[in-house]
């Protein structure tokens, strides 16, 4: 992916199934809303954001990864009053890839990485997705994590307990739903939910909704609530929307 320096860094090798030792119960996931509820809110404005931005890049999402490729810079755009926006990139594909870029707070620099990534097929490693950002945050705050996607074929368990450990060190997750399937929607909602984050669901014919969702978010990474707010008193009601559930 690019250059020696743009290399991809390989996350660590998903697991099969999870014992029964990881698998969240609904008292721990009750216990996780409590303690994501009770957290303050972020009030970032000053300085640069960072935010993860996450792709499925499964073969059915290549449609869609074009049309990133091109908006993705409105993200930059929108956060430069408030401090400045550093951005990661994420996605999987194929047999168990995932990976994850080097930070980038140039639009010009991310999107040379992204058009360097072609989609294959695969299934979908979302909690590989989450298990990143985690680590991430460790090192240095994460405002924000962005996931993109339209399937989910893992343990809704497993994959909500690592969702509520990332809520508990407060990185909202802002997952983007491409397509109708309800069983996805319900998956990706609980990950919004665990995450204190929000969920959205879109399509092909609106690529003008999601250019300014995502910017919505990179808004959100950069200043915080209050920024966000801002940003969504004067858009259409998509971005109200994600603002009503940011924190609720």
């Known amino acids: 992916m690019g250059t020696k320096e743009d290399r991809d860094q390989k996350l660590p090798t998903e697991p099969g199934r999870s014992t029964a030792g990881e698998v969240s119960t609904k008292s721990e996931i009750d216990a996780f809303l409590t303690t994501v509820r009770s957290m303050p809110k972020q009030g970032q404005a000053g300085r640069r954001g960072r935010l993860v ?27 430069a009053t408030l401090g400045g926006l550093d951005v990661q990139l994420v996605f999987y594909r194929g047999f168990g890839e995932c990976k994850a870029s080097k930070w980038h707070s140039d639009p010009a620099a ?15 490693q979302i909690r590989k997705i989450l298990q990143h950002a985690i680590k991430e945050t460790k090192r240095e705050k994460v405002g924000a994590l962005i996931f993109v996607g339209d399937a989910f074929e893992e343990d809704i368990d497993a994959v909500s307990h690592v969702a509520g450990e990332l809520g ?10 491409e397509g109708g399937d309800p069983l996805v929607a319900r998956a990706y909602k609980q990950i ?6 929000a969920y959205c669901p879109f399509d092909l014919a609106s690529a003008d909704r999601l250019r300014d969702l995502l910017a919505a978010v990179a808004v959100y990474a950069a200043g915080g609530r209050q920024a966000l707010l801002n940003y969504g008193a004067g858009r259409g009601e998509a971005v109200r929307l994600l603002t009503r559930q940011v924190g609720g």
């Open 53 to 79: 931005f996450a792709l499925d890049a499964t073969a059915s999402r290549e449609p869609t990864w074009d049309r990133a490729c091109h908006i993705q810079a409105e993200m930059f755009h929108q956060t």
């Open 110 to 124: 991310l999107g040379k990485v992204m058009t360097g990534v072609h989609c294959l097929g695969g299934q979908t």
């Open 168 to 177: 508990v060190l407060g990185v909202p997750a802002f997952v983007f739903h």
């Open 192 to 197: 919004a939910t665990l995450t204190r984050g």
